[in-house]
């Protein structure tokens, strides 16, 4: 008897995006002798997962199981399959808006995620936000659009971190990213010439004289929508994950969703 199809889940991908991702994820031939599970679904899985926060064991079992679909993203993730999503979705998102593909301007900030007994030793205490985990340190377009990323104990310096950044940005990029604008927390002479090394002008955007109640910082805002806009990924909630490279590829998992979405109107006309 022929199995039934499943109910859908909301965070299940559409025909159209699953048209665009699937070369992405297709690491092997799609018949491979060895692939039990419809790549589709195991993508499903992974959506399902960083969607809703589930833990791995708790994956629905009318999806694959959890130990198939870690795997996998385990494959994606060293792959650098989100990565690559991020990168063309970003040129598709830019070019539509009338922009050039790749940006001329970034901006650079961190976030905190409290720690839960997964994070393990990476957890530090941020003693600004008064929070012990771990730290996201980012860098977007001025459309907010992931430009690069990476992780680091909630007790790093993100002065130190600029120098890391500033390489990943302009190889995300083809080194054509001329500014980074940033806060007060990157002001000196040490994060300045980190980014010149790499070709970036660092510019501080600062507070304009007494600050009362909650003050939109021009260029500055832009950074804080994109940690907003993966507020819709629960699984980015808190730091659940025992790998740095997890933590990090999650967050290229949900940008990609994110971007996909998006552009699913210009990639239709495509």
């Known amino acids: 008897?022929?199995?039934?199809?499943?109910?859908?889940?909301?965070?299940?991908?559409?025909?159209?995006?699953?048209?665009?991702v699937a070369p992405y994820l297709t690491l092997m031939?799609?018949?491979?002798?060895?692939?039990?599970?419809?790549?589709?679904?195991?993508?499903?899985?992974?959506r399902f997962i960083v969607r809703t926060g589930m833990q791995?064991?708790?994956?629905?079992?009318?999806?694959?199981?959890?130990?198939?679909?870690?795997?996998?993203?385990?494959r994606w993730l060293e792959a650098g399959s989100f990565a690559a999503i991020v990168h063309d979705l970003r040129a598709v998102l830019r070019l539509v808006q009338g922009r050039a593909a790749e940006p001329s301007a970034a901006i650079l900030d961190?976030?905190?995620?409290?720690?839960?007994?997964?994070?393990?030793a990476r957890a530090g205490y941020d003693g600004a936000k008064r929070k012990k985990g771990s730290k996201v340190h980012v860098a977007v377009d001025t459309l907010g659009h992931l430009l690069a990323?990476?992780?680091?104990?909630?007790?790093?310096?993100?002065?130190?971190?600029?120098?890391?950044?500033?390489?990943?940005?302009?190889a995300a990029t083809a080194e054509t990213v001329e500014v980074a604008f940033v806060d007060q927390g990157y002001t000196g002479a040490d994060p300045a010439l980190a980014a010149a090394a790499h070709g970036i002008r660092?510019?501080?955007?600062?507070?304009?004289?007494?600050?009362?109640?909650?003050?939109?910082?021009p260029?500055?805002?832009?950074?804080?929508?994109?940690?907003?806009?993966?507020?819709?990924?629960?699984?980015?909630?808190?730091?659940?994950?025992?790998?740095?490279?997890?933590?990090?590829?999650?967050?290229?998992?949900?940008?990609?969703?994110?971007?996909?979405?998006?552009?699913?109107?210009?990639?239709?006309?495509?």
């Open 149 to 170: 990323l990476h992780v680091t104990p909630a007790d790093a310096s993100d002065r130190a971190q600029v120098a890391a950044l500033a390489a990943a940005v302009q």
């Open 56 to 74: 791995w064991r708790f994956m629905p079992h009318d999806l694959p199981p959890w130990a198939a679909v870690y795997q996998q993203t385990r």
């Open 202 to 217: 660092l510019e501080v955007v600062k507070l304009a004289g007494a600050k009362r109640g909650f003050v939109l910082l």
């Open 110 to 120: 961190s976030r905190t995620l409290q720690s839960t007994p997964e994070s393990g």
């Open 219 to 270: 260029r500055r805002w832009v950074v804080e929508r994109s940690f907003a806009w993966t507020g819709r990924c629960r699984r980015l909630a808190r730091d659940y994950e025992r790998l740095t490279t997890t933590l990090e590829g999650f967050h290229y998992v949900a940008f990609a969703l994110l971007a996909l979405k998006a552009a699913l109107p210009a990639l239709a006309v495509l």
């Open 1 to 20: 008897m022929e199995t039934p199809p499943r109910t859908a889940y909301p965070s299940d991908v559409s025909d159209d995006e699953w048209a665009f």
């Open 29 to 46: 031939d799609e018949t491979a002798p060895q692939r039990r599970h419809d790549l589709r679904e195991v993508f499903n899985g992974l």
